[in-house]
């Protein structure tokens, strides 16, 4: 099944929901998605990241221009990246044998419920730009992600408990350009991170292969 980029569509109705994050979503609309593993950053940079994060929203109350929302992500996802590029907790991810598991629960649903633009996984974190099926919603197949990844993961491990934190940060696509940053962000990550052949997973489709 093949499925046509969705950009955001302002005059379209959006669901609005809150956990940790705010998740715009709209029906069959591209995403830029990130999780990462629960011991990925120190409770210590969380903390205080939290508290001025949830502050923000408050002196800027939504709904939020494309300006608006542009520094809401410089200013808190942004800093976010830099942290986890750093390399901190287990690293799980860089086990060869853990980055497969991830990779194949990514292609599972490849044209059923989404159509997978580009993905990477990195030691401790992944991103993945997609559409989604207008049928599904975001926190489904996230969810169905996390849990298939997390469970085959402990089973190689022998561990239990909290493999993924619970949220996510997620983004709309709002039309091609952003749609060319966020492929050359995941493509970019790896150098990024200071990572070398083996320590990472990166999947191109075609379409993301013809963005330079």
Avoid at 27 to 39: I, K, P
Avoid at 46 to 75: I, V
Avoid at 105 to 119: N, P, Q, T, V
Wanted: aromatic letters at 12%; proline letters at 6%; charged letters at 25%.
């Amino acid at each position: 099944m093949s499925m046509d980029l969705g950009f955001f569509k302002p005059w379209r109705e959006i669901e609005r929901t809150h956990n940790r994050l705010p998740h715009w979503q709209q029906e069959g609309a591209t995403y830029f998605v990130t999780w990462r593993l629960a011991d990925s950053l120190p409770k210590s940079l969380l903390d205080a990241h939290y508290a001025e994060r949830d502050q923000w929203p408050r002196l800027h109350p939504e709904p939020w221009s494309q300006e608006t929302e542009a520094e809401y992500h410089r200013l808190f996802s942004r800093r976010l990246d830099a942290w986890l590029d750093e390399g901190h907790g287990s690293c799980l991810l860089r086990d060869p044998r853990h980055a497969a598991v991830v990779a194949g629960a990514l292609r599972h649903f490849e044209g059923e419920r989404c159509a997978m633009i580009s993905f990477v996984i990195i030691p401790n974190h992944v991103h993945c730009l997609f559409t989604l099926h207008p049928e599904w919603t975001l926190e489904q197949i996230v969810h169905s992600w996390k849990r298939f990844s997390a469970r085959e993961i402990h089973r190689t491990n022998g561990a239990a408990g909290s493999l993924w934190m619970k949220n996510y940060f997620d983004r709309i696509i709002r039309d091609p350009a952003h749609l060319h940053n966020c492929v050359r962000y995941i493509r970019r990550n790896p150098e990024k991170a200071a990572l070398g052949i083996g320590e990472f997973l990166l999947e191109e489709s075609p379409l993301a292969c013809s963005i330079v």
